[in-house]
C-alpha cells in the first residue's frame, strides 16, 4: 500500500510537472506570438515556416526591383522627350539656316544654338541612374528581375 500511494504520488508530481512546463510554453507563446519557439517544436511547420519567408523576401526584391524599373523608365521617358524636343528644334535651325534669305549674322548665331543644342544631347546621353550607372548603357542590355519566370 505504501509502495503504490507513493507510485501514485510520483506520478502525480509528474503530471503537475508536465502540466507546468505546458503553461510556461503557452505563455511564452503567448507573450512571444509565437507559437514555434525552436524548430524541433514542430519541424514540418518550421519548414513551410522557412519556405514562407523565402518567398516573402523574393515578393519584396521583386517588388523594389519593379519600382526601380518604372522609375529607370520614367528617367528614361523624360530623357527621351527632352532629346526629341531639342532635335525638332535643331532641325528648325538647319531648315532656316539653309534659305538664302539668312544672313552671315544670323547663320552664326544659328551655329552657336546648335553647338549648345549637342552639348545638350551629350548632357542627355550621359545620364546616370540613382545608383550611378549609365542610363542609356551601350552593350549589354540591364537585366532585372521581376518574378521567378520574367527577367
Given amino acids: 500500500m505504501i509502495n503504490a500511494t507513493g507510485n501514485r504520488?510520483?506520478?502525480?508530481?509528474?503530471r503537475q510537472s508536465n502540466l507546468a512546463n505546458a503553461i510556461a510554453e503557452t505563455q511564452t507563446q503567448i507573450s512571444s506570438r509565437k507559437r514555434i519557439q525552436q524548430a524541433s517544436d514542430d519541424p514540418v511547420a518550421s519548414a513551410r515556416i522557412a519556405v514562407l519567408r523565402q518567398a516573402q523576401a523574393n515578393d519584396d526584391a521583386w517588388a523594389s526591383n519593379l519600382t526601380l524599373a518604372a522609375s529607370l523608365a520614367?528617367?528614361?521617358?523624360?530623357?527621351?522627350?527632352?532629346?526629341?524636343?531639342?532635335?525638332?528644334?535643331?532641325?528648325?535651325?538647319?531648315?532656316?539656316?539653309?534659305?538664302?534669305?539668312?544672313?552671315?549674322?544670323?547663320?552664326?548665331?544659328?551655329?552657336?544654338?546648335?553647338?549648345?543644342?549637342?552639348?545638350q544631347l551629350d548632357s542627355y546621353q550621359n545620364t546616370k541612374t540613382p545608383d550611378g550607372q549609365p542610363l542609356f548603357a551601350s552593350g549589354v542590355a540591364m537585366e532585372m528581375r521581376l518574378d521567378q519566370d520574367v527577367t
Avoid: F, P, Y
Wanted: proline residues 0%; glycine residues 6%; hydrophobic residues 45%.
Fill in 9 to 14: 504520488m510520483t506520478a502525480e508530481i509528474r
Fill in 74 to 119: 520614367s528617367q528614361a521617358d523624360t530623357a527621351l522627350q527632352g532629346s526629341s524636343d531639342i532635335l525638332a528644334r535643331a532641325k528648325e535651325l538647319m531648315v532656316a539656316g539653309a534659305s538664302g534669305n539668312t544672313s552671315a549674322v544670323d547663320r552664326a548665331t544659328m551655329a552657336m544654338e546648335l553647338r549648345e543644342i549637342a552639348d
